[in-house]
C-alpha cells in the first residue's frame, strides 16, 4: 500500500509564510502526477498545485494562488513541497496532497490521498 505523509500546517498571520510538505511511502513504480488540493468550510475541493511527471514535468496553479505558492518536487523521494508565502485569510483550508501513481508496471494509476492538514490565516 502506498501513504501520503503530510506535515507543514499551522496557524499563521496574514502575510506570513508556510511550507506544506508531502512524500509518498511505499512500493512506487511510477509517479503521473502529485500536489496539493484544499477545501474551504463550505467549498468544494479545489486544485492548488500540481506536477505532471509527463514531458516536461509541468506545473499548474490555481489562478488566486499565482505568484505567491511555488511547487517543487525531489522525485528521488517521491515528495512534494509547497512554498506558501503572502498567505491571505482567504487561503483557510484543509490542504490535501494527491498523487495520481502506478505501484507496478503495467498496472492501472490510482489517486492517493493524504488525511490533510489545516491551514488558518488569520486577519
Known amino acids: 500500500q502506498v501513504q501520503l505523509v503530510e506535515s507543514g500546517g499551522g496557524l499563521v498571520q496574514a502575510g506570513g509564510s508556510l511550507r506544506l510538505s508531502c512524500a509518498a511511502v511505499?512500493?512506487?513504480?511510477?509517479?503521473?502526477?502529485m500536489g496539493w488540493y484544499r477545501q474551504a468550510p463550505g467549498n468544494e475541493r479545489e486544485l492548488v498545485a500540481l506536477?505532471?511527471?509527463?514531458?516536461?514535468?509541468?506545473?499548474n496553479y490555481a489562478d488566486s494562488v499565482k505568484g505567491r505558492f511555488t511547487l517543487s518536487r525531489d522525485s528521488a523521494k517521491n515528495t512534494v513541497y509547497l512554498q506558501m508565502n503572502n498567505l491571505k485569510p482567504e487561503d483557510t483550508a484543509v490542504y490535501y496532497c494527491n498523487a495520481n501513481l502506478r505501484r507496478f508496471f503495467n498496472s492501472r494509476a490510482y489517486d492517493f490521498w493524504g488525511q490533510g492538514t489545516q491551514v488558518t490565516v488569520s486577519s
Open positions: 511505499g512500493i512506487i513504480h511510477s509517479v503521473n502526477a
Open positions: 506536477i505532471t511527471s509527463g514531458s516536461g514535468s509541468s506545473a
